[in-house]
């Protein structure tokens, strides 16, 4: 497999485009002359002889262009949930983190009271080699004044990112500096991590996070793994709770890590997409560890594609709420002007022939997009019960334990959501942003004190020993946020540890973010319990332990 990995990285991108562009644009798109300008292409159909004849005819001048643009995504939405059209101008927002960067001046921010606050410099970006600090505030962009209640977070990226080598200009307020500081950033490259974290969770338990699957996500990987191993680390968690999917070939060698010779990945089809079988090559460096793998609803496509590979070659434990559903590939398709098209192809299908897309009507939305309200609605976030599989497709994993089609991954050990702490009060500071705020205004105000620490394990505990709520209740009070004294007391213990882990990050980054943020995480302290317990060897897994 190794000779094929490249291949592998680009073949959701590279199959069929000659399917989406010729057989779907053509006979689609390609329209009158404004409009064949626009596609590149010609054709003789309904949708052309309506546009050449509102062209010709209507009562007022039309932009065709503008017209079409209109038109597309009505067309795409009469397709399934996963096919879309974006915009030229959405595409510059977008950018391409997948590739593992983005065009920007490489800085994380938060809107604090109507100025943009720098929360983060991303380390080798363009604004760290200018001089540009974590708690500076951006007053003005390009000369022209960038504060008040109009700024959004769009608003923000569309002003800051932009295409490389293009320069901006930035006004700076710096609490020591009585002057306006100005910034002149050239644009670049800003590297994206898709593996934020990698450390030791428990003695010899190795812990890794993947936020999504890109470009650059098996590199990063097997650097970790690496670490991680060199660290005495003999088991691991692979965490994928919140992973939205991206690469189908990314997942593909991450996953062959863990397998043996032979053993099946992925398969995948369509219409016009022949079957393609993709197996393990043996080279694997993981293949006789222990592993835990995290899922949750927020689990989806390339990550559905890893836990379902762990799943039915009973190489992995499962462990968590059950995944997304989304087992559609997408091939995209670019456009002279900057727009692109990304059109479903094909399905893939895990190594038990499970295809996992959940059910959709065509051309209606609705429902799949209230899926995950219904589940909690259901009950499904906090007891395993509440999911039915009696009407699913079922399949079995090589030693035969039953798992299903048609509706995501379902978990072999069930966690339900962690509700402990959450209530009004919390939900009102949290889903505010008041939270982060003020954690943010704390490290503003201690930051070279706090630096004065070696290391985020002595911060934690001069943190641990500070009145962290009892601050944040009188700034959200100020905010506008009433006190409610049973509640606080109630969520104290998560209200602390959240606002620690993010003063943690704010100064010395990911790994003791994560650390602190998770010390009372539910799914987590069941992984660790499952590996000590040895439940997820692969002797384990292929006895009866876990046949349902």
Known sequence: ??????????????????????????????????????????????????????????????????????????????????????????????????????????????????????????????????????????????????????????????????????????????????????????????????VPVAYAVDGNIGYIKVTKFGSTTYNEFISAIARLKNQGCESLIVDLQGNTGGYLGAAIMMTNEFLSNGDMIVYTEGRAYPRENVFADGSGTCKDNQLVVLIDEGSASASEIFSGAMQDNDRGLIVGRRSFGKGLVQSRHVFKDGSALQLTIARYHTPSGRCIQKAYKKGDRSDYDMDLVNRYNRGEFDNRDSIKVDNLPLFHTLSGRPVYGDDGILADVFVPRDTIGVNSYYLRVANSGTLREYAFSYTEGNREMLKKYKTWQDAAKFLATQPLVDNLVEYAYRKGIRRQPYLIEESRRLLQIQIESFIIRNIYGEEGFYSVFQQDDKILKEAIRLIKSNKATKESLRTELYKR
């Not at 989406?20 to 159909?45: H, K, L, T, Y």
């Not at 951006?138 to 932009?162: A, I, P």
Request: proline letters at 4%; hydrophobic letters at 40%.
């Open 1 to 194: 497999m190794k000779k094929n990995k490249g291949i592998y990285i680009w073949l959701p991108l590279c199959i069929a485009l000659s399917i989406a562009a010729g057989i779907f644009i053509g006979n689609v798109f390609s329209i009158f002359s404004p409009v064949r300008s626009w596609m590149g292409g010609a054709g003789n159909n309904k949708l052309e002889t309506i546009f050449e004849y509102i062209n010709k005819s209507y009562v007022d001048t039309v932009n065709v262009n503008e017209l079409m643009e209109s038109a597309i995504p009505t067309i795409i939405a009469g397709l399934d949930p996963h096919s879309t059209y974006i915009s030229a101008e959405n595409m510059e927002l977008t950018g391409d983190e997948l590739e593992g960067h983005f065009s920007g001046i490489g800085v994380e921010f938060m809107l604090q009271k109507d100025t943009v606050a720098i929360v983060n410099v991303i380390p080798g970006g363009p604004s760290e080699a200018v001089g540009i600090f974590p708690g500076d505030r951006l007053v003005y962009v390009n000369d022209s004044l960038f504060v008040g209640k109009g700024l959004t977070e769009e608003k923000v990226f569309r002003n800051l990112r932009g295409k490389k080598d293009t320069k901006v200009k930035l006004g700076i307020k710096r609490g020591t500096s009585d002057k306006l500081l100005t910034f002149e950033v050239t644009r670049a490259d800003v590297p994206v991590k898709t």
